[in-house]
């Protein structure tokens, strides 16, 4: 597709310090920002010109205006020069704004259009409101000090399968009144990543933000050393906190120690709100990454948004997640035949509805959208041509190949690889978890954020930029999407404008947990951690 061309202006905004702008009254402002109308004499002219000079050389806001100005024009300096951290981007001779690093910034610094497809969704006032109930603040202080129950937890999986269940720990520990042993990360069978948890997490972090609600130790203590700990690594699925209490409160009293293995999902997605409000305040606040994945993360982050807002996609396309979800990558007959060949030697990795044909589950929606699918998608959606494109996940089955037709569609399409320079990632070589990690940050400060097909991190990122605000996060219809695609009989143009229409309340405005059974608060924080009215209070 041909580039369009641009000829509006593009509008560009200074950030000039608050307490400036308070000190000059607003006669001064008028000053500035207007000239007179009329000629004075030049002798009259003469002698205002030299009252307003010394004036000027005694008032203290003159040097802070020249100050001011001087530190603008050095930024622009910078700004306007080419960035040397952005190896594979093409040098644009516009002028680029340099942007702060500081993810809570971005919103307010990040100057980009209201209309069109970068227009954030209406948040209706929502802001996190994750204070405790003041029972459960009574009673945090016998759980915090306690010494005699401890929790261990083995988390597996991929990197937000293992937040996932580190929020579910804290949780349990909360209800069983224990204090909680540094969450152990098992080795990953598929990518060999040995990391623990204070390689990716920041753990000092972690322990301070759960300071009030449950005590986090980095080991066991030398009384509990010898302790023989009640194992158990059966839960059901889904259980309550009531459940928790009566199964294990008894024997962790008497033995003093707990381990429990295989978390994920066994505790029920309804718990009473103070735990709600607990497992946002785990997932939102306390896992912060470690300091070098959120360096790098940012300066990435930073880089994309060189030239302006950017897009993050996770791409849903490795070879497994075609296996499991029964799907075909539409990649060439060979291709599809070696996904049916896995398949059939490995039926148990099929997720659900055995039964059922390719084409069934693609028309229910099941499967994950293909490069050619996510270009039409966001074509239908108005994404500019010239939008910047950040890709997160694995490889994808195929290759190269497997991108072409994105690639095609939107020519400023990077991964971190591409946007790194030689040496950066060297300290996160062979760490999935690292590098996972590094994605996360780039896709969460992302002005828009989109998943080719539904996932652990999706929901993760979903729920953290709809309580940082309901920041732009599409969720594409694919039951709805599928079905146009697929109708040849309906003209682009017209696919589009329907597609269109049927995501204008799909782009990340509030959306209540309790409307659809079985939804994580950590995806869908409204209304527990979540408050609009003027009485909500927030603990941060």
């Known amino acids: 597709m041909a580039k369009k061309t641009h000829t509006q202006n593009k509008l560009s905004y200074i950030s000039v310090s608050s307490q400036f702008i308070h000190s000059l009254s607003s006669s001064s402002l008028h000053g500035i920002l207007t000239s007179p109308t009329k000629k004075p004499s030049p002798?009259?002219?003469?002698?205002?010109?030299?009252?307003?000079?010394?004036?000027?050389?005694?008032?203290?806001?003159?040097?802070?205006?020249c100050l001011s100005l001087i530190a603008f024009l050095w930024t622009s300096?910078?700004?306007?020069?080419?960035?040397?951290?952005?190896?594979?981007?093409?040098?644009?001779?516009?002028?680029?704004?340099?942007?702060?690093?500081?993810?809570?910034?971005?919103?307010?610094?990040v100057a980009v259009s209201e209309e069109g497809f970068w227009r954030q969704p209406e948040g209706f006032g929502y802001r996190g409101c994750i204070e405790g109930?003041?029972?459960?603040?009574?009673?945090?202080?016998?759980?915090?000090?306690?010494?005699?129950?401890?929790?261990?937890?083995?988390?597996?999986?991929?990197?937000?399968?293992?937040?996932?269940?580190?929020?579910?720990?804290?949780?349990?520990?909360?209800?069983?009144?224990?204090?909680?042993?540094?969450?152990?990360?098992?080795?990953?069978?598929?990518?060999?990543?040995?990391?623990?948890?204070?390689?990716?997490?920041?753990?000092?972090?972690?322990?301070s933000v759960l300071s009030s609600d449950v005590r986090v130790v980095s080991s066991l203590p030398s009384t509990h050393v010898m302790t023989r700990p009640v194992l158990e690594s059966r839960t059901p699925l889904h259980v309550s906190a009531k459940w928790i209490r009566r199964r294990y409160l008894r024997?962790?009293?008497?033995?003093?120690?707990?381990?429990?293995?295989?978390?994920?999902?066994?505790?029920?997605k309804d718990l009473p709100s103070d735990l709600q409000k607990l497992r946002c305040k785990v997932a939102f606040h306390a896992l912060k990454f470690a300091p070098p994945i959120l360096a790098l993360g940012?300066?990435?982050?930073?880089?994309?948004?060189?030239?302006?807002?950017?897009?993050?996609?996770?791409?849903?396309?490795?070879?497994?997640?075609?296996?499991?979800?029964?799907?075909?990558?539409?990649?060439?007959?060979?291709?599809?035949?070696?996904?049916?060949?896995?398949?059939?030697?490995?039926?148990?990795?099929?997720?659900?509805?055995?039964?059922?044909?390719?084409?069934?589950?693609?028309?229910?929606?099941?499967?994950?959208?293909?490069?050619?699918?996510?270009a039409r998608f966001l074509r239908a959606l108005g994404a500019p041509v010239n939008t910047r494109v950040y890709w997160a996940g694995g490889e994808p089955f195929g290759g190269e190949e497997a991108l072409r037709l994105l690639k095609g569609e939107f020519k400023h399409f990077y991964d971190k690889m591409g946007?790194?320079?030689?040496?950066?990632?060297?300290?996160?070589a062979n760490r999935a978890s690292l590098l996972a990690a590094i994605d996360f940050v780039v896709a969460e400060r992302a002005d828009v954020f989109m998943a080719s097909h539904g996932g652990n991190m999706n929901h993760a990122i979903?729920?953290?930029?709809?309580?940082?605000?309901?920041?732009?996060?599409?969720?594409?219809?694919?039951?709805?999407i599928f079905k146009y695609f697929l109708d040849t009989s309906i003209p682009e143009s017209e696919s589009n404008r329907i597609i269109k229409e049927l995501h204008r309340d799909s782009l990340g405005q509030p959306e209540l947990r309790m409307d659809k059974a079985g939804r994580d608060v950590t995806a869908f924080p409204v209304p527990e951690c979540m408050c609009n009215g003027s009485s909500a209070r927030s603990m941060f």
């Open 419 to 428: 946007l790194a320079v030689p040496g950066e990632l060297e300290a996160f």
């Open 462 to 480: 979903q729920g953290l930029r709809a309580y940082a605000g309901h920041r732009k996060c599409i969720t594409p219809n694919k039951r709805e």
């Open 251 to 268: 024997r962790l009293t008497k033995e003093g120690v707990l381990l429990l293995r295989g978390l994920d999902s066994r505790l029920s």
């Open 43 to 65: 002798t009259a002219a003469a002698a205002a010109a030299r009252a307003r000079l010394l004036s000027l050389t005694r008032n203290p806001r003159t040097y802070l205006l």
């Open 133 to 207: 109930s003041e029972g459960y603040r009574r009673a945090s202080e016998a759980v915090v000090k306690g010494r005699r129950k401890y929790l261990m937890v083995v988390v597996s999986g991929g990197l937000n399968q293992q937040r996932n269940q580190i929020v579910d720990a804290v949780v349990i520990a909360r209800i069983l009144g224990a204090a909680l042993v540094v969450p152990i990360l098992q080795v990953n069978v598929i990518w060999e990543d040995e990391s623990e948890f204070s390689d990716i997490f920041d753990l000092d972090h972690f322990k």
């Open 77 to 109: 300096r910078l700004a306007f020069g080419p960035d040397p951290f952005l190896p594979c981007s093409p040098i644009s001779d516009r002028p680029r704004l340099v942007l702060p690093s500081s993810a809570a910034a971005v919103t307010a610094a």
């Open 298 to 374: 940012n300066r990435l982050a930073d880089r994309m948004r060189r030239d302006g807002p950017y897009l993050a996609l996770h791409l849903r396309m490795e070879k497994d997640v075609w296996v499991r979800t029964g799907c075909l990558p539409g990649l060439g007959a060979d291709l599809d035949e070696v996904v049916r060949s896995e398949r059939r030697l490995r039926p148990e990795l099929l997720t659900a509805r055995s039964n059922m044909t390719f084409e069934e589950r693609k028309l229910a929606g099941l499967c994950p959208m293909n490069a050619g699918e996510v």
